[in-house]
């Protein structure tokens, strides 16, 4: 079974700095993905980004990167410049990547505020 | 850009009663997933469907959900006798087969039961 942890309920940050919104999972399968969505206040699910826990470098997306150490079992998303747009929930979620039709798992979510 | 479609944006129900939420997944996609978001809370699976068949299905899952997907583009969720802890935001996703497999996600259906 997959576990996803998100230990901040709430992040705030002003606008143009960056932020680190953390992420811990646990599995013990050996071929995972790791994904983070961004849930504005409509309420849509956005992909953001996706990291194999086999790549060696960090994903990164534009103003989005994952920051992956895999020996802490950790994918935290860094936001660079951040935006008044980017005001909204961010999910972190992850599947086994080798077990056909898994679903994601997701964590409870951060919200971020972003301050003008 | 293709996209998965979700009919109605919003429901309200009367307790008892069968609800109906469809979903268009995009087209080329060859995994279907049913997920509830209660209000504030974390994003819930429900069930996943592949060649028209369920594959995996979480204990929220019980007697009173089925899905079906009917003419080979709809992909229907079908809560049979409603209750008040229904009351959620019910998203539609799909995927390809091919890694990473995102999950592309519906705006969403909400329901709500009185």
């Known amino acids: 079974a997959q576990k996803i942890t998100q230990t901040q309920p709430g992040m705030f940050v002003q606008e143009k700095e960056a932020v680190t919104l953390d992420c811990t999972y646990d599995t013990s399968d050996q071929s995972y993905g790791l994904f983070w969505y961004k849930q504005p206040s409509s309420g849509e699910m956005i992909f953001l980004i996706y990291?194999?826990?086999?790549?060696?470098q960090n994903a990164t997306e534009g103003r989005y990167s994952l920051n992956f150490q895999k020996a802490r079992k950790s994918a935290n998303l860094v936001i660079s410049a951040s935006q008044l747009g980017d005001s909204a929930m961010y999910f972190c979620?992850?599947?086994?990547?080798?077990?056909?039709?898994?679903?994601?798992?997701f964590g409870k979510g951060t919200r971020l505020s972003v301050i003008a | 850009e293709p996209e998965v479609t979700q009919t109605p944006s919003h429901q309200v129900t009367q307790m008892g009663q069968e609800v109906i939420l469809r979903c268009v997944p995009i087209?080329?996609?060859?995994?279907f997933y049913w997920y509830r978001q209660i209000l504030g809370q974390k994003v819930e699976f429900l069930v996943s469907?592949?060649?028209?068949?369920?594959?995996?299905k979480s204990e929220i899952f019980d007697d009173q959900f089925s899905v079906e997907r009917p003419d080979g583009s709809n992909f229907t969720l079908k809560i049979r006798s409603t209750k008040l802890e229904d009351s959620a935001m019910y998203f539609c996703a799909s995927r390809v087969g091919q890694v990473p497999g995102e999950l592309f996600f519906g705006e969403g259906s909400r329901l709500t039961v009185l």
């Open positions: 469907f592949y060649n028209n068949e369920i594959s995996e």
């Open positions: 979620a992850m599947r086994p990547l080798n077990s056909g039709n898994t679903p994601l798992v």
């Open positions: 990291q194999g826990s086999y790549d060696e």
């Open positions: 087209s080329n996609h060859l995994y």
